[in-house]
């Protein structure tokens, strides 16, 4: 199975590690797009425009500054670089301090692929430096980046036929590589108070890296079958299901009441 992330808008930039080098991450097919994101992302923040380019406001600003450094910056596992709601409940520190001494959960945790406007996809252990850049953002001559990436990753991120995968990513990322909705799963969180359903953001990035969490610190091997994966959900949380159509994935909705 794989697990697919959102990265986070915030990122928390490592305090010691060494700089970014691209032949040292996965994918390596994906290090001269990389590269033209990494060169025209440095070239528009150092722009007296960068802001407006980039969509952030005033309160980012050294955030865009450190993207013209991007290339000497330390590094950190990408599952400590990226932060916020989805990953706090994850407990990705833990996770990761955990598979220095554990290979299982090391590869458990590089079968999390956590898609980036920057990288196009990184794995959970790959280092990475803190970076600020979405997938809807227009960058220089590339354009929308959703878009730039989604040929790349088509050819790219390849799975077995056989293979499930659980999608935790916001819409702007799935568009970048929806995958086949056969072995998809996407992951919701939906709050029910009598007859009234309600989506609260917060939650469902919560849902999402608890879920999570506890599928990659359980000593048993990730879900392979659709089925499983349900079971697992099911262990912890009231779920509802869906199954895949011809235009959708299946998606596994956990429930929240009250």
Known sequence: MKILLP???????????????????????????????????????????????????????????????????????????????????????????????????AQRLRNVHVFSALFGQVNGLDPIPAYRLAMKTNLGTLGKLSSWWKPVLAKSFTIDPAEVILDCRSSEYRAAWPGPHEQVVTLGAVKVNGAKRSVVSHWAKYYRGEFVGRLLSDDRELPTTIADLLSRAEESYEVEFTPHSKSTPAALTIVLRG
Do not use: H, I, W
Not at 21 to 33: I, M, T, V, Y
């Open 7 to 105: 990265p986070s808008e915030g990122k928390t930039p490592a305090s010691s590690g060494s700089p970014l080098d691209l032949p040292e991450l996965s994918a390596p097919d994906l290090n001269p797009q990389r590269k033209k994101v990494l060169t025209a992302l440095q070239k528009v923040s150092k722009r007296t425009d960068a802001l407006d380019q980039l969509g952030v406001g005033a309160s980012l600003s050294a955030d865009v500054e450190r993207n013209v450094s991007l290339d000497t910056l330390p590094c950190a596992p990408a599952l400590l670089t990226y932060s916020g709601v989805l990953y706090e409940a994850m407990g990705a520190p833990d996770l990761v301090a955990d598979a220095m001494a554990d290979d299982s959960l």
